[in-house]
């Protein structure tokens, strides 16, 4: 039921590289600026990516963003423990007049 | 520092209506807009609507329209959300957020509310 697609789950092991996906269409990421927050079960998203590839302040440059067509990614190098967490993307729809958000990836580190 | 500072957990039964309080400080609050984003128990997010802090003008999602009214108060530079004819489905922790568009550029978040709709 939500708009933009990603893969519900995925593991990696400490120390790798891993992308996150997430799909749409025209009226959203294709049209639009994607985010990316990061959520650790019990507490409020955080920002991680603003305008398809910038960091927020804070945010350390292994996470780093891309957007090609009506796709988007988000890629984590140097994978660590504390990197675990659920990650989504979001966006504006020009159609539904609102703001969209991707299922949610849950990334466990191994 | 840029706070926003949700009231606190709600139980509702249903049919009633809750209103969620979002205060904010840290910023100049009418030069930002304030979007309402919910999650329900083990589930991803959702987005209820918006609001322009200076204008006062709204944006709800077609899913909520109804049922849904935001408003604000700047005097207090608070946002509040009122949510009725509520059914167990609205069960959910409601996110104040804000953004400086219409975007999802949400750099900012409050604590989060836990409204539980149970009879």
């Known amino acids: 039921q939500y708009v933009l697609t990603q893969s519900p789950s995925a593991s990696a092991t400490p120390g790798q590289r891993f992308t996150i996906s997430c799909s749409g269409g025209s009226p959203n990421i294709g049209g639009n600026n994607v985010y990316w927050y990061q959520q650790v079960p019990g507490t409020a998203p955080k920002l991680l990516i603003y305008?398809?590839?910038q960091r927020p302040s804070g945010v350390p440059d292994r996470f780093s963003g891309s957007k090609s067509g009506t796709s988007a990614s988000l890629a984590i190098s140097g994978l660590r423990s504390d990197d675990e967490a659920d990650y989504y993307c979001?966006?504006?729809?020009?159609?539904?007049?609102?703001?969209?958000f991707g299922g949610g990836t849950k990334l466990t580190v191994l | 520092q840029v706070q926003l500072v949700q009231s606190g957990a709600e139980v509702k039964k249903p049919g009633a209506s809750v209103k969620v309080s979002c205060k904010a400080s840290g910023y100049t609050f009418t030069s930002y807009y304030i979007h309402w984003v919910r999650q329900a128990p083990g589930q991803g997010l959702e987005w209820l609507g918006v609001?322009?802090?200076?204008?006062?003008?709204?944006n709800y999602a077609r899913k909520f329209q109804g049922r849904v009214t935001m408003t604000r108060d700047t005097s207090t530079s608070t946002v509040y959300m009122v949510l009725s004819r509520l059914r167990s489905e609205d069960t959910a922790t409601y996110y104040c957020?804000?953004?400086?568009?219409?975007?999802?550029?949400?750099?900012?978040w409050g604590q989060g509310t836990l409204v539980t709709v149970s009879s």
């Open positions: 609001i322009n802090a200076s204008g006062g003008n709204t």
């Open positions: 979001a966006s504006w729809d020009d159609n539904l007049s609102g703001v969209v």
């Open positions: 957020t804000r953004d400086d568009d219409y975007s999802g550029n949400y750099d900012y």
């Open positions: 305008r398809n590839n």
